[in-house]
């Protein structure tokens, strides 16, 4: 259903992963878990169709609405849909839209919940989101969730997570995470970005959990602000003496990045799209990102195939559920493959680089033989409707 419809429905049955990228890397003894990340899950209510912003003291009327599970949601999701194990630990609510939220991504999308709890008497929070011109607004409301009877006993989170390639996190400046040390000293590569820096001190000392860390996907005013410098370019070299590999997020400009190990450097410019809602994309971004470096690829491939996974997210409503899986990768690859010519709306190289065949073109040894299409869950026009007998 296109994506400027009223109403968006799910498909009432889990959408595989038309492929799994490591499978030549998969041995016997490998984890179980690929990717291991703990955070709020939010239930999110997004309005589209706005015309502008909301005006104070006046009612607005959206053409569309969706609901769908948000937050570290938003991350689990776009991992999984690129064929990651993926485990997610982090508490649910015992109300209505807690279950709605739990069978979404346990049973849509395939995401590992025995480390998640569900907490008696504890409301799920609530993010609603209102999409206008490619921007948005967002309104949320929600109670912390009372901690785990214990933590650090490999059972509940944040407790040292199983055994895993890589986690993800998002840093809290000032803060320590006490489960990145466990999971690192497990042999975890663990990929992190960070929030804004609310107290103006932009200091890198208080994200000491960059110790940890492989690679930090800040975007480029907090990278420039964390490093005093005045482009994405120098940030990248600075932040790159913190951390093995750091990568600076440029929006329309795409994303640079150093990896301080080899002394490469990339930068790749973003595809043209029309960008419908940008709910998630950088968390579209890292998956990408993740997925590529697990796998293997070379630096430029990476930031170019985290950039395509973005730039197709933007192109739906929502956030969790706009998350390309393999075969909206595919069908893209395809569409750019077979026309004979860039000059396409959105399949022109921007700012003068590769043409999109030739910057991709490490797709075609990714991607099956055979694209198989599967109907992506979308955002629901509501929850809570009861099966009738």
């Known amino acids: 259903m296109s994506a400027h419809s009223g109403e968006q429905f799910a498909p009432t049955s889990p959408t595989p992963a038309v492929l799994d990228p490591l499978a030549a890397l998969r041995g016997p003894r490998d ?5 291991y990340l703990t955070g709020t899950v939010f239930l999110d209510i997004i309005f589209t169709g706005l015309d502008s912003a909301p005006v104070r003291g006046t009612e607005s009327w959206a053409r569309g609405m969706g609901s769908s599970p948000g937050g570290v949601a938003n991350m689990a999701t776009a991992l999984a849909r690129l064929g990651l194990h993926t485990s997610l630990a982090a508490a649910f609510g015992d109300d209505m839209y807690g279950e709605y939220c739990w069978d979404a991504l346990r049973q849509g999308e395939g995401i590992d919940l025995s480390m998640s709890r569900k907490v008696p008497g504890w409301h799920s929070p609530v ?6 011109e490619g921007e948005r607004t967002m309104v949320s409301h929600g109670h912390e969730a009372p901690p785990p009877e214990s933590a650090f006993d490999g059972a509940h989170a944040p407790g040292c997570p199983p055994a895993s390639r890589a986690c993800v996190a998002s840093l809290v400046p000032g803060r320590r995470e006490g489960w990145l040390g466990c999971a690192a000293g497990r042999g975890a590569r663990i990929f992190a970005d960070v ?8 200091d890198p000392a208080d994200l000491a959990d960059l110790e940890h860390c492989e ?3 800040p975007n480029a005013e907090e990278a420039m602000r964390y490093t005093r410098t005045d482009s994405p370019q120098a940030a990248a070299r600075k932040l790159a003496d913190l951390v093995p590999v750091a990568v600076v997020t440029m929006g329309a400009r795409g994303a640079c990045a150093v990896d301080a190990r080899t002394g490469e450097s990339a930068e790749v410019p973003a595809i043209a799209v029309e960008a419908l809602d940008p709910t998630g994309a950088g968390d579209v971004f890292v998956a990408g990102f993740v997925t590529g470096t ?3 690829w070379p630096l430029a491939d990476r930031l170019a195939f985290a950039g395509l996974t973005a730039a197709l997210s933007v192109q739906e409503f929502g956030g969790s559920l706009s998350a390309p899986g393999w075969s909206e990768i595919a069908a893209w690859w395809q569409q750019v493959r077979d026309h004979h010519t860039e000059a396409v709306a959105g399949l022109a190289a921007p700012g003068g680089g590769l043409p999109l065949r030739e910057r991709y073109a490490f797709l075609e040894g990714v991607l099956p033989a055979a694209y198989r299409q599967w109907p992506l869950a979308r955002a629901l026009p509501t929850i809570g409707f009861r099966r009738s007998g």
């Open 294 to 296: 697990l796998a293997g």
């Open 215 to 217: 690679a930090f996907l």
């Open 195 to 202: 929030g804004w820096d609310d107290t103006g001190r932009w």
């Open 31 to 35: 984890p179980a878990t690929d990717v």
């Open 127 to 132: 993010t609603v989101s209102m999409a206008y």
